[in-house]
């Protein structure tokens, strides 16, 4: 069964550092989400991209996230400037189409910034 | 605003007892409900959706509207049950983003 893939498994990085997180989406899916879960609260919606652009995103989602699907296979979350509380477990997710169906989900990055 | 409520972070029952996992919704509109489930270190997991009325590893999900309610039922729990379940809904105005409750930690006795 395919499956979504996210490198690292974990990472650990200092404050203000820039960190990139890698995704695979499954090859004929055509959106792509991350999400994050604090530990101990919500799995919470950060992005969906589709047709190589943004089509919506959370508050959450500010100046120092962006995304991007450089070579058509990867799709990469970069936090520019990392906080303390961006430290979570980070989802990416990918699916065929419309109404949250098919989803597929990665096993996720834990991020931990020190 | 889109909320998805599941009132208890863990829930313990004995093998062969039956479970009930709650999730209430809040939508202006009618939205796509769906239970996902995680085990132990693994990746979140569909479970089940509303639209599809499918029985999947003997549970059930019944969208109530009346009660803006999707919980999520096994008659007789196994021990293979214990896991994290997460309550889902989607809106269908073309938003794909799925917003999850806080999930619900299911222990099952032996």
């Known amino acids: 069964e395919p499956e979504v893939t996210q490198t690292p498994s974990h990472q650990v990085t200092q404050m203000g550092q820039e960190v990139i997180l890698r995704c695979v989406p499954i090859?004929?899916?055509?959106?792509f989400y991350w999400y994050r879960q604090i530990l101990g609260q919500k799995v919470e919606f950060l992005v969906s991209?589709?047709?190589?652009?943004?089509?919506?995103k959370s508050e959450i989602f500010d100046d120092q996230f962006s995304v991007e699907r450089p070579d058509g296979s990867n799709f990469t979350l970069k936090i520019r400037s990392t906080k303390l509380e961006d430290s979570a477990m980070y989802f990416c997710?990918?699916?065929?189409?419309?109404?949250?169906?098919?989803?597929?989900f990665g096993s996720g990055t834990r991020l931990t910034v020190v | 605003a889109q909320r998805v409520t599941q009132p208890e972070k863990l829930l313990s029952v004995f093998k062969g007892a039956p479970v009930e996992l709650k999730c209430n919704y809040s939508?202006?509109?009618?939205?796509?409900l769906f239970w996902y489930v995680q085990y132990s270190r693994q990746r979140l997991q569909l479970l089940l959706r509303?639209?599809s009325r499918e029985s999947i590893k003997g549970f059930t999900a019944d969208l109530n509207k009346g009660e803006t309610s999707f919980h999520l039922k096994k008659p007789f729990a196994q021990e293979e049950d214990s896991a994290m379940y997460y309550c889902?809904?989607?809106?269908?105005?073309?938003?794909?983003?799925?917003?999850f409750g806080q999930g619900t930690r299911l222990t099952i006795n032996p």
């Open positions: 997710a990918s699916s065929k189409g419309l109404k949250g169906y098919g989803y597929t």
């Open positions: 090859s004929n899916h055509l959106y």
């Open positions: 991209f589709y047709n190589n652009e943004i089509s919506e």
């Open positions: 939508y202006s509109g009618s939205p796509e």
């Open positions: 509303h639209i």
């Open positions: 889902a809904l989607s809106g269908i105005q073309g938003a794909q983003k799925l917003v």
